[in-house]
């Protein structure tokens, strides 16, 4: 130890004590007490203490524990690993194998931990794990969901080897010992079943006095709980407050001292706190508290994951954090980040996150990979479906700035008797696990509506377990019952002017990646495919360009209905899913084509699209244009295809150009080629039949003024030349530890580098060194390539994974392909430190924070566009004492007419005459009927039409007039069909309830009348 600039010295202090670590004596803890307690303490000092804080926190010590285990007695592996991992994507999850499969591993104890005690914390299991150690049961956990740990002190060797088995058991239908019952979530529609250990697992060393670990089910503990009170957003200042438990597993009462260290991640200290003495009862618990107001904080934000470590020290036991500090609202409807409104914009993705050949169980830097994607691609929210995601996930989510909705554990359902209970137990330790973690902003009590009374038992526990983490929980469906702090269906639009609404899986259509559009090879027609339950399955099998436009026009449903369009608003949703997942799906394949990224995070045109529309936390959306597809046309291709002859001028059916600006320009080699003044959906511009020229295609997005807002340009590829490999890495180097990967890229590019976006040879690889092949994933076989050493890109394009064996060395990856040079790529993994089955670096270790959207901008995020017109009363031809259902602002109400002649007909009396510029009309069975309505105001026609076929909500636009009375007329028939027509759900209760065609009876849910400001 050398003396360092500016630091009291003070080496008479500790001594040291084991590998790595310094034991404090009872004279340094004194000493602490009474420096920290001094009034003469000046600089020197503080550091001192300093000092000796950062050599406490070696006292407790954490050990990666994935390494070295053996699987049924024969494969050496090292976790995350799920036994049956060759099975992702490659058959159908309801096909997933399930048996009772034995993990075992030999390990030896640091002599230091003598004395200690030994507290294993596994992130999770499926279904069931049992353990042993040293021949003597440990424990059991049977939720296969959540993390648990046990006290191994009572049956560990500390003086020579150890033997851990744990016995894993996946069953489909695996039934709970004690009770007899099924677990909801243990479903072959949803829930991969990546059976054995597919998640980290830690060990512990720590004190006989010690803090404790948030695994309340399996140690009755609830570990540390951090949090931030009188929030000044613009002065960026904040009441830090600091929680933690603290057991004494000793015979006899024990006097401790508490202090906290704040540090920013880099390690730059804020401020100590310092918290004096506490008696901690023999064989005790007891919860150490302190606060102080912190200045110069910044705040964890969207695409900001700005992040703290947190250090509670308790005498020789330190415990370090990693958490942020945000401000959240809940209120009029709209959610709330650090004071700004933000309309939710994501996706609702599987917690499995899964991959090809290894499922979920990848290294930390490739779920950061990942995640960033999302962020960088526009998405703020990820809602994980159904069971709560793993830790992994939960951190990469809070470096990369993405906020989480967390459910427990549920189906399609809510239920009663024990599976109710398992739910409950399962909220519980999630909220517990997870609320220092400030992306978690969402709990979720089920994926579809609970009863009042079961949302009250849930919220009970979120305010017992996380009273002060500014987490709404709410629930699916969850439409009239206000004990809800956020809601929302499943599909469809829903308004609120009290919680948040948000839709939870909207966009159920899919599309492969391999197909660009129908007169580009491989000549895919639009929604050419095997039928979905006997009927069309259209929607399931989309080429890149139907999807690209079907994402634009569905977001536009809640875009419309957002945030400044009256009292009530619409606060935005999540599509179903980020990436192709191997869940249920409807399409050809044998996995789910929801994904606006394939398996391996390859993106599709979609992804790009929704960038576009998505830069933006409201109103205050960045320029951006993007072409939708790509500009590589050649001759002898459309020949092939009938579309003419050979030399023959081409013309492109459709280009599609989403873009914020109000007009949209397309330049072929710079010179003009159409102008799009008229927009769908307001995001996007169609060009119809477009003279192909081989170039540049550039499209400028003008505003209303003519003034150039932002640009995007597309280049004609060349010739296919040669292969091209890209390494994807770990960027803290890749790991020689047996559970770490890499991404190599393959494309086909022409001599200049461009990828020939037609391409889709195979190539056929081969490996050596020090890794394995794990493969990718590609249409065009039953198992989807799996695994596979040789398999095509895909326009263009693939990526296969290779993982790290456990010594370090050299990997050298060659790809071959017809009509190629063969191509090499050459890798190197870094030793990884590991001794009798521990290592002191953990996976997530040295993973960088991404900040690249900056701090919450302080201005607003949007402006006030309509204000909602009052109405007094309502008046109805027929059914009038349920017309005041349309305005009761609960959306499981509807008022309908007669039908008869003379009585379809609706009146809205106003306070005062005002000039109502649009009407927000929710018509029933808005997804498959269109209603032909007449909209008068005091006697006066001012709309004539039909409400239009959508997710929710139809804006009717009106000619201004000033009026003190709106009726609205059924005037003719309504008319059935259209877009969403064959979207179904797995449970068909979830659809929008269908009426007969052709029925006269107008069918009003909700309204409003706005007027323009």
């Known amino acids: 130890m050398q003396k360092q600039k500016n630091e009291l010295f003070l080496p008479y202090l500790c001594k040291p004590s084991g590998n790595k ?122 939720n296969g969901i959540m993390a648990f740990g046990f006290d191994l002190t009572p049956y560990v060797n500390f003086e020579g080897d150890n033997f851990m088995e744990v ?89 401790v001292r508490y202090s906290v260290v704040i540090s920013d991640y880099g390690g730059k200290v804020l401020t100590r706190i310092y918290g004096g003495t506490v008696v901690i009862p023999a064989q005790g618990k007891k919860i150490l508290k302190v606060s102080r107001k912190v200045s110069g904080l910044s705040f964890w934000s969207w695409g900001y994951g700005f992040l703290y470590r947190v250090k509670t020290i308790v005498d020789d036991d330190a415990v370090e954090t990693i958490t942020g500090f945000r401000k959240t609202q809940f209120t009029d409807g709209i959610f709330r980040l650090n004071d700004r409104a933000m309309m939710v914009h994501g996706f609702a993705q599987r917690s499995s996150n899964e991959w090809p ?27 994980w479906m159904h069971i709560t995601p793993w830790k992994q996930d939960v951190e990469s989510c809070d470096r990369m700035g993405l906020i989480e909705a967390m459910p427990a554990g549920d189906s399609e359902k809510d239920v009663d008797d024990r599976r109710w209970e398992q ?81 939870m899986e909207y966009c159920r259509d899919e599309a492969l990646r391999k197909y660009w559009n129908a007169w580009t090879y491989p000549f895919h027609a639009e929604g050419a495919g095997p039928r979905y339950r006997n009927g069309s399955a259209v929607s399931y099998n989309h080429n890149q360009d139907e999807f690209s436009a079907e994402l634009v ?77 790509h500009w590589s046309y050649a001759d002898e291709e459309y020949r092939l295809h009938g579309q003419g002859r050979k030399g023959q001028k081409f013309f492109v059916p459709t280009v599609y150009v989403v873009s914020t600006s109000d007009s949209v320009a397309l330049f072929v080699n710079d010179k003009p080629l159409d102008v799009a003044y008229k927009r769908d959906s307001h995001f996007l511009f169609t060009f119809k039949n477009l003279p192909f020229t081989a170039g540049t295609l550039t499209a400028i997005g003008y505003s209303k003024e003519g003034r150039e807002e932002s640009r995007y340009s597309i280049e004609t590829a060349g010739k296919p030349c040669k292969i091209k490999l890209t390494a994807i890495e770990n960027p803290t180097g890749w790991r020689a530890d047996g559970a770490d990967v890499a991404l190599v890229q393959v494309e086909i590019v022409d001599k200049n580098g461009r990828r020939c976006p037609t391409d889709d040879r195979m190539i056929e690889f081969s490996l050596s060194g020090a890794a394995e092949w794990r493969g990718g994933v590609a249409h065009g076989r039953s198992d989807n390539y799996v695994l596979k050493t040789a398999l095509p890109v895909e326009c263009g ?59 919450t901008p302080l201005t607003p995020s949007y402006k006030q566009h309509f204000a909602d017109v009052e109405i007094i009363s309502v008046e109805a031809g027929s059914n009038a004492s349920t017309a005041q259902n349309t305005i009761d602002k609960n959306e499981n109400s509807y008022w309908q007419t007669s039908g008869k002649d003379g009585e379809n007909w609706i009146t809205y009396t106003l306070r005062e005459p005002t000039i109502v510029s649009e009407i927000s009309i929710k018509p029933r069975s808005f997804r498959d009927t269109r209603y032909p309505i007449a909209v008068y105001a005091d006697g006066k026609e001012v709309f004539r039409g039909f409400t239009t076929i959508n997710l929710g909500y139809s804006r009717l636009k009106l000619k201004p007039v000033k009026a003190r009375q709106i009726t609205i007329k059924s005037i003719g028939a309504s008319q059935q069909g259209g877009e969403f027509s064959e979207i179904t759900e797995m449970d068909s209760r979830n659809n929008d309830k269908k009426i007969k065609a052709g029925n006269h009876r107008l069918q009003i849910v909700e309204l409003q009348l706005l007027r323009k400001l």
């Open 357 to 383: 050949g290894v499922g979920m169980s990848v290294p930390a830097w490739l779920s950061d990979y990942s995640n960033k994607m999302f962020v960088d691609g526009g998405g703020n929210v990820v809602r």
């Open 553 to 629: 026009r569905r977001w536009y449903d809640y875009w419309q209905e957002r945030p400044g369009q009256g009292t009530m608003c619409n606060d935005g949703g999540v599509k179903i899913v980020f990436s192709d997942t191997q869940t249920h799906g409807r399409s050809e394949e044998n996995y789910r084509l929801s994904g606006v990224v394939d398996p391996m995070r390859i993106a599709k045109d979609g992804y790009y699209a929704q960038q576009a529309m998505w830069d933006g936390w409201v109103d205050d959306l960045k320029p951006h244009t993007y072409i939708v597809g």
């Open 167 to 255: 016995r894993t058991d996946n069953d489909w239908r695996y039934k709970e010992r004690r009770t007899g019952s099924m677990f909801q979530w243990n479903d072959k529609n949803f829930n991969c079943n990546y059976g054995g250990l597919p998640k980290n697992i830690r060990l512990h060393i720590v004190p006989q006095v010690h803090q404790t670990l948030p695994l309340y089910s399996s140690l009755g503990t609830t570990g540390q709980y951090i949090y931030a009170t009188d929030y000044n957003i613009i002065k960026k200042t904040a009441t830090i407050n600091v929680e933690t438990q603290v057991e004494n597993a000793t015979g006899a009462d024990r006097k």
């Open 797 to 855: 394009v693939n990526r296969v994974m290779l993982r790290s064996l456990t010594e370090a060395g050299n990997v050298v990856l060659k790809a071959k392909a017809e009509g190629m040079d063969d191509a090499e790529i050459s890798l190197h993994t870094v030793a990884f430190a590991e001794k009798d089955g521990l290592a002191p670096v953990l996976p997530s270790d040295g993973m960088p924070l991404n900040l690249s959207r900056g701090a």
């Open 423 to 503: 739910r409950k137990e399962v909220m519980r330790d999630a909220i517990i696990y997870n609320r220092n973690n400030p992306s978690v902003i969402f709990i979720e009590s089920g994926n579809k509506g609970i009863s009042k009374q079961h949302m009250l038992e849930m919220k009970a526990i979120r305010d017992e377990f996380d009273p002060m983490g500014g987490r709404a929980i709410g629930c699916r469906e969850m439409l009239d019952i206000p004990e809800a702090e956020y809601g929302g269906e499943m599909l469809y639009v829903n308004k609120s002017d009290s919680h948040p609404m948000w839709m």
């Open 21 to 142: 670590a310094f034991h404090f004596g009872r004279s340094a803890k004194d000493l602490i007490y009474k420096i920290t307690h001094t009034k003469l303490m000046n600089k020197k000092i503080i550091l001192a203490v300093a000092l000796l804080a950062a050599m406490q926190a070696h006292a407790r010590d954490t050990y990666n524990f994935n390494s070295g285990w053996i699987i049924n007695g024969t494969k050496h592996v090292t976790l995350p690993r799920a036994w049956n991992e060759d099975e992702a994507y490659k058959v159908p999850i309801y096909e997933m194998s399930d048996s009772v499969v034995w993990y075992r591993k030999h390990f030896k104890l640091p002599r230091r931990a003598r004395g200690q005690r030994v507290i294993i914390e596994f992130e999770g299991a499926r279904q069931a794990a049992e353990i042993w150690l040293n021949g003597k049961k440990v424990g059991l956990n049977e």
